[in-house]
Nanobody
């Protein structure tokens, strides 16, 4: 099995910043794409940021300029830095990894989510 564990969520003030981390463990040969999604109450889950195995990145328009995604391949970990936080950033943030297993197959895994609340 593969498990993704997110950390770094919590209560932050408007204008502040946060750093989320997601560590993958289990039967992993390598990780292709790594990303962060978020879902607010009553809203559809949306992509926040994505990083490929080659390091190319993609950001949602709502966070572009305030957000940085990075990865540590040796530790199977992806990080998300989000600055200048706004109340509309409040959501449950989910880690998503495309994992290569022991047979060379590509499998998608999700973390359990971590709550981020931005207070005003």
């Amino acid at each position: 099995q593969v498990q993704l564990v997110e950390s770094g969520g919590g209560l932050v003030q408007t204008g502040g910043s946060l750093r989320l981390s997601c560590a993958a463990s289990g039967r992993i040969f390598s990780i292709n794409a790594m990303g962060w999604y978020r879902q607010a109450p009553g809203k559809q889950r949306e992509l926040v940021a994505l990083i490929s195995s080659g390091g190319s990145t993609n950001y949602a328009d709502s966070v572009k300029g305030r957000c940085t995604i990075s990865r540590d391949n040796a530790k199977n970990t992806v990080h998300l830095h989000l600055n200048s936080l706004k109340p509309e950033d409040t959501a449950v943030y989910y880690c998503n990894n495309q994992v290569v297993d022991g047979r060379g197959s590509y499998l998608v895994y999700w973390g359990q989510g971590t709550q981020v609340t931005v207070s005003s």
